[in-house]
């Protein structure tokens, strides 16, 4: 299947400081999304990106579409305790309709020391 | 909206036994999927249906069968459970044409 190489595979900061993490394939995608999983929940929407070059911001998040559709990225400014959890990429190579699912990274376990 | 609901939370099954998850959504979505989530695999899709009365395979197919009941609910069975399935599963949905998935809070199941 598709793969998604996505680092660092961990994270290990102080509150306040900013995080980047990013996704890169060797495949074009047409779709990348950000998901944030919290222990023993599903994973939760962040954003969504559907063009190259696109970057969205979603409160202290901001993520890019890479401009070679391989990859993307997302960075956290200022982190706060909340933001623990495990970041997920998403990938979708299909364009236009249709509704196959998506190609996910193996996640980025980021970790908020006091 | 209650949004995506998954039953049961947690399931214990013996090698050779049968179940079938449940996942229901009240979105007035047009597609759902089922992925399972094992240590350091990330998310991997097993079935998906994409309308109201169809299904397809997704990458990890093999010993799961999945019904679209109605536009509301889509179920995956494992008619004989091996311990290779036990893993975390979700299930997620979305409109026709968007690609942003919501996710339920997932069914952890363990095959001994």
């Known amino acids: 299947g598709q793969q998604l190489n996505q680092s660092p595979q961990s994270m290990f900061i102080q509150e306040g400081e900013d995080v980047s993490m990013n996704c890169t394939s060797s495949s074009i995608f047409n779709t990348w999304l950000w998901y944030k999983q919290d222990p023993g929940e599903g994973p939760v929407l962040l954003i969504a990106l559907y063009k190259a070059g696109e970057l969205t911001s979603n409160g202290r998040l901001t993520a890019q579409f890479g401009i070679t559709r391989k990859d993307s990225f997302l960075n956290i400014s200022a982190s706060i305790p909340s933001d623990v959890g495990i970041y997920f990429c998403?990938?979708?190579?299909?364009?236009?309709?249709?509704?196959?699912?998506?190609?996910f990274g193996k996640g980025t376990h980021l970790i908020i020391q006091p | 909206n209650a949004g995506v609901t998954q039953t049961p939370k947690f399931q214990v099954l013996k090698t050779g036994q049968s179940m079938t998850l449940q996942c229901a959504q009240d979105?007035?979505?047009?597609?759902m999927y089922w992925y399972r989530q094992d240590p350091g695999m990330g998310l991997r899709l097993i079935y998906y249906?994409?309308?109201?009365?169809?299904?397809d395979k997704g990458e990890v197919p093999n010993g799961y069968n999945v019904s679209r009941l109605n536009k509301r609910e889509f179920s995956l069975r494992l008619e004989s459970a091996a311990p290779s399935q036990t893993s975390v599963y979700f299930c997620?949905?979305?409109?026709?044409?968007?690609?942003?998935?919501?996710f339920g809070p997932g069914t952890r199941l363990t095959v001994l």
């Open positions: 998403a990938g979708r190579r299909n364009s236009g309709g249709g509704a196959d699912g998506l190609t």
């Open positions: 997620a949905s979305t409109w026709a044409r968007r690609h942003e998935q919501f």
């Open positions: 249906s994409a309308s109201e009365g169809t299904t």
């Open positions: 979105m007035n979505h047009n597609s």
